[in-house]
């Protein structure tokens, strides 16, 4: 049973730095995409990153330059380094995980595993 369970997140003044973790289990296939994902109130839930099997990652444009994800198999964590934060980057962010590596930012509906959520304030 894969299981996703997000910490990191918190308030931070705009400029400031986060690092979003999930730690996963029950990951059983060798080909996966993971990413990031996140939910703003009245907004529709938009890619962030995403991290794939074959170690290419994408981001969305708005986060690119500033957030980095990045894997550690050893430790089963899946991280979101963001800097540089913003108040557009208020969001619940979320970890996702499906065995298809070649999904991209906009097939969020296709993964079929989630976290929880971990909420990032960013206030300026």
């Known amino acids: 049973q894969v299981q996703l369970v997000e910490s990191g997140g918190g308030s931070v003044q705009a400029g400031g730095s986060l690092r979003l973790t999930c730690e996963y289990s029950?990951?059983?296939?060798?080909?996966?995409?993971m990413g990031w994902f996140r939910q703003a109130p009245g907004k529709e839930r938009e890619g962030v990153a995403i991290?794939?099997?074959?170690?290419?990652?994408k981001y969305a444009d708005v986060v690119k330059g500033r957030f980095s994800i990045s894997l550690d198999m050893d430790k089963n964590t899946l991280y979101l380094q963001m800097t540089s934060l913003k108040d557009d980057d208020t969001a619940m962010y979320y970890c996702?995980?499906?065995?298809?590596?070649?999904?991209?930012?906009?097939?969020?509906?296709?993964?079929?595993?989630w976290g929880h959520g971990t909420q990032v304030t960013v206030s300026s």
């Open positions: 991290f794939a099997s074959d170690g290419s990652s």
């Open positions: 996702a995980y499906d065995p298809k590596w070649w999904l991209r930012l906009h097939q969020g509906p296709e993964f079929g595993y």
């Open positions: 029950g990951l059983v296939y060798k080909s996966f995409s």
